[in-house]
């Protein structure tokens, strides 16, 4: 009960925050320049039609009024249009949600795995520190931490295009598909069958997904290993350990369990980083995510495009800390009850 | 043994009081001695120092200029062409010098004034509290929710994609996270008694602020400010791969590389130069930071013995 209170208090946070950030952002996309600069100076292009846009752009409105009908027409689905395809204009919430979908589903991918495996390791580089094991993972860690992630994305297509031809050598591209691994943007990821589709999928997300795995995997594998080396020499897990109990007890009932509260931390914080990372890594791999949308949309000033895809991504980190608040709460019963 | 206990005296009296002051200096020395045995970080320090000094003083005697376009296209490394030559003619090697100089550039730029805002912010939310605490509390959420590459890429565009105001547009951006850890240390060593005696010696609010409690994170501090330098890099690096950061005639590793990076297959000469300089920079940078952490840290003697 207390726990739903905790959340409602944090959302009651964060529903002002996004509210007086959308505005900001509003006055800096509208401040970025006239959207239509470039269609006025083209000719064949009428003074009514450019008119009708500017119209329906809002531009004809102050800002506060401006304002208001697009967060209106926002909060009820209707995202306005874009004009990043000059005069032919398309609606900007289908090709916001279809390019979320895209990076959504490479970001969940790679931080599940990257969470599993960077906890896993983190976990045991502490409790074998100072072995092989722990420089290891440390200094693997270490690495990708330091690495852009383009760089990783770039290396891992170089030996996905080597992959693919020593599979096709091989005679093995009849069933794994040719090429395998997509490096550039697949058409679909399912193919006929159950099979097939597996393939599809394994061959389609893996190379972008590993890129921003490795990233984040580094981070939470660093942030895993020294909590959990700041609980295994708290007094109570020594307690643990002269009442008898076994070390592999120990480490998952009393230490583990508290080590895991401050990567709960990082995966917020963290998340923002990984999302600029889904969008580098697709350009890389040419997918038709929220990069390119918003590439596009940069480039051609479209001010509708901009605040659907800055407003997504900000409510999906409000989601993420959220999760990350749900998951202290659990983890930590002094949130819960205090 | 006995200097782990001397650096942990050092860092709680430090800075206490005047008397204290032959002790505040004697734990500078600490931690010079400290690092200096780092030998991964000192290390460090050797190679970040020859890619600097490389990237100032090779680009004077080397032969070609970076805006040097005459040269045939896609030559193969020589001795004439160390990393070969671009699709236009240019030679690699110049434009690698030149970006390392724009990157190290931007990448300072951005580190100093996201550690003064951070710092300035964060020390004044955690000492006075109160209205000013939640305010600037608020203020750090705000920009935290606001995704930093979009905004960071609007701005860019408006405002041109010269090397300063790409920095002045991440650091707007990336001064979030010293901001919160200054504030969490100024909250706690608030309340010890050296800040509350300079206070009831009539210290007014800037003085306490700047005069006790900044020197006294001053490990923080700098921890923070370098690896501010390593992501920084890749901050640039990344907002300039997409085609968002510096623009032409400024230039950067980022820009650099995601002018060439489709050649990797064929060229790899093309891609690596640049990569391998970027990820050095971050590398040591990184490492540095990790022994500095280490070299301000009194508990770490503690751990190791």
Known sequence: MNLVVYILRRLAISIPILFVGSFLVFCMVAAAGDPLGELRTQPGVSQESIDQLSHQLGLDMGIVPRYFDWLGGFLTGDWGISIAQGSNMQPVFPKIMSAFEVTIQLILAAEIIALLLGVAVGVLAAVKQYTPIDYIATTMAFIFFSMPIFCVAIVLKMYGIDLNVMINDMGWDSWLGNPFLKTTSPESLSGDGFFDSIIGYIGGLLLPTLSIMFISFAAYSRFQRSSMLETMNMDYVRTAQAKGISQGRVIMRHAFRNALIPVTTLFSVNFVTVVTGAIITERV??????????????????????????????????VANLIADLVYGILDPRIRVG | MEAGVESGHGKNSGGSDPEALPEARSQGRMVLRKFLRHKLAMGSVVVLALIILGSIILPLFYPHSYADASFSSYVEPSAEHPLGTTQVGKDMMAQVLRGTQFSLLIAITVAMLTTIIGVVLGALAGYLRGFTDSAISRLTDLFLIVPSIAAAAIMVRVLSGSWYVVALVLAMFAWMPIARITRAEAMSLSQREFIEAARASGAGTGRVVFKHLVPNMVGTITVNATLAVAQAVLAEAALSFIGLGVQIPDTSLGLVISENYEQMQGRPWLFFGAFTVLVLISLTINFIGDGLRDAFDPRQRKVKA
């Open chain 1, 285 to 318: 791999f040419a997918w038709n995510g929220m990069g390119s949308v918003l590439v596009e949309a940069v480039n051609k000033n479209d001010p509708n495009t901009l605040m659907g895809w800055i407003v997504v991504i900000a409510v999906a980190v409000v």
